[in-house]
């Protein structure tokens, strides 16, 4: 591993995860090169910054739970060669429901050169700290649809409110939305922004 990339759960005090790329509950199906382990990586910079909205997090209540982070670039290669294979159904119903395979590229889900490949992007929701179930979202984490794109109309005032909460948090933490995705956030300051790194998650 990069010497200024560490495992996120080493730094960050209580973190919860659940690296989906390395288990087969993902949109592809299957784990994703590159994920060798259910473990979510990130620069020392981007960790420092999850520590603190870990602490904003708390104060209302909430804890932070990964899905992703560092991605290597292996992976982001595996998610264009599975996008043209012929659909099987598998897991359109519940991540791409609306739309085809090659769309989620043409629609800005998914990116041939993406920015969790440069150590500093995370996908995350909220959890509620009293009883660890997770906050309502309207939408669970790669629902490719625009269901998940910030200012939904076809959510709920309470979802609503948990994601923007969510926004809030990461916001005052240093990170920046993507309008696309909800539980989508990228350091603004991030150390390797020109960088596309392909060492793999072992």
Not at 33 to 40: H, K, P, T
Not at 109 to 138: I, P, Q
Not at 175 to 193: G, I, R, V
Request: glycine share 8%; net charge negative; hydrophobic share 35%.
């Amino acid at each position: 591993m990069n010497a200024d990339f560490a495992f996120v759960d080493e730094l960050v005090t209580g973190i919860r995860w659940d690296a989906k790329y390395a288990t087969w509950d993902n949109f592809t199906g299957k784990p994703v090169d590159g994920y060798q382990v259910n473990r979510i990586v990130g620069t020392k910079t981007l960790c420092a910054a999850l520590e603190r909205a870990r602490k904003e997090a708390a104060s209302a209540g909430f804890g932070l739970l990964l899905w992703d982070g560092y991605r290597p670039q292996r992976a982001v290669d595996c998610f264009l060669r599975w996008s043209r294979q012929p659909e099987d159904g598998r897991t359109k119903r519940r991540h791409y429901p609306n739309i085809d395979r090659p769309q989620m590229f043409e629609k800005g889900y998914v990116a041939a050169k993406s920015g969790h490949s440069r150590g500093s992007t995370v996908d995350l929701t909220l959890y509620h700290l009293e009883t660890g179930e997770l906050a309502a979202m309207g939408g669970d984490h790669d629902l490719m649809d625009s269901v998940s794109h910030h200012g939904a109309p076809r959510i709920s005032p309470a979802e609503a409110e948990n994601r923007e909460h969510l926004r809030a948090i990461m916001e005052a933490s240093g990170f920046s939305a993507y309008d696309c995705e909800w539980w989508h956030y990228t350091l603004k300051d991030e150390p390797y922004p020109d960088t596309y790194f392909d060492f793999p998650i072992t």
